[in-house]
């Protein structure tokens, strides 16, 4: 079937459909197809796709149609893909079981249905599961081109941020000290490292360091990780003025470590704070906070302000790029 594709190189291939899914370009109707050394992914409308790709007609067979878990219940159920792994959230144990056993039923490639056991919860940010289907709670996933391994039931991962990590990768400069003050297994710090970034990554939990380890290795970018297991306001005299990029993602309490990012950062650093925060005024707590913490001794601009997601009703979770310049 011709049609309009994004013709790509295959090692290209994986993070450019991502790209493109996340902006629902994606034409599910035609099969991904490679032919003469290129990827072609076809495009529901060519006009909107970014400028830095190209675009050609070509003849991507049809798609076989998926059973999908909706098709086999009377309902568009909620869950989430992380590696071979779908994650569910229900209450109701009937329910639960019905939507893993469509899960299992459908095309979907999958090993391990989990269902949400508690909210995330203590200082490692973990969860409590119920696994319906499986034995194990460990996967990798895949993110734009970057494989990520991790274990559900040790560490706290959320699929649903990838389009915001991606943004954030996107601006990493190859030379730059990136610092990621709550790293996990590395979302942020291995693409970072992927685009030629020296990166330090902290974590509380020292099982999401050792992933952090893992994946570094996995990707090729060990040498330019260093991981440390500890609270971020115990590295702070090892790394005074030292980071071009900081990375917040600590939503409820990142206002409580603001002072050590202002230690931490350079003479010019770009600070990405994430908060939870009313839709009443959801930019403005993060930004009165950061000035407090940085002024008069760096002088705040603010880039970027950018709602990430809806959180709870009426909260948000935004996102405040920042750029603080010694005064």
């Known amino acids: ?160 941020l990838a389009t915001e990590r991606h943004r954030v990768a996107e601006q990493v400069q190859s030379g730059e000290h990136a610092l990621d003050m709550f790293a996990g297994v590395g979302p942020f710090a291995i693409p970072f490292a992927e685009r030629g970034a020296t990166v330090v990554a902290v974590d509380v939990n020292e099982r999401a360091i050792d992933y952090l380890r893992a994946n570094a290795e996995r990707n090729g970018v060990a040498d330019r990780i260093t991981a440390i297991a500890g609270d971020v306001r115990d590295v702070t005299e090892d790394y005074e003025n030292w980071a071009d990029r900081i990375v917040m993602n600590l939503p409820h309490s990142a206002d409580e470590f603001l002072d050590t990012a202002v230690a931490l950062a350079s003479d010019e650093c770009v600070l990405h704070y994430y908060d939870i925060a009313h839709e009443d005024d959801p930019y403005g707590p993060g930004e009165a906070a950061i000035r407090t913490a940085a002024e008069p001794d760096y002088s705040v601009e603010v880039l970027t302000r950018r709602t990430v997601r809806s959180y709870a009703p009426h909260e948000l979770n935004v996102v405040l790029d920042v750029l603080l310049t010694r005064a």
């Not at 290209?12 to 902006?23: I, N, S």
């Not at 190209?54 to 989430?80: G, H, I, K, M």
């Not at 329910?95 to 949400?116: G, H, I, Q, W, Y």
């Open 1 to 160: 079937m011709t049609g309009p594709c994004v013709r790509v190189d295959p090692s290209e291939g994986e993070a450019t459909r991502q790209t493109l899914a996340g902006a629902d370009l994606v034409d599910d109707g035609r099969e991904i197809t490679v032919e003469d050394g290129s990827l072609y992914i076809p495009v529901t409308d060519p006009e909107a796709v970014p400028e830095n790709l190209d675009v050609v007609e070509f003849d991507a067979p049809a798609r076989e149609p998926q059973t999908t878990p909706a098709d086999l219940l009377e309902r568009d159920p909620s869950y989430e893909r992380l590696g071979d792994v779908v994650i569910v959230d229900e209450d109701d144990p009937d329910r639960a079981r019905e939507l893993a056993d469509a899960v299992m039923a459908s095309d979907l490639p999958v090993e391990t249905v989990l269902n949400r056991a508690s909210k995330v919860k203590g200082r490692e940010r973990v969860r409590d599961w119920e696994v319906l289907v499986g034995d194990s709670t460990e996967t990798v996933h895949t993110e734009y081109g970057t494989e990520l391994a991790v274990d559900l039931a040790d560490v706290f991962f959320s699929p649903r």
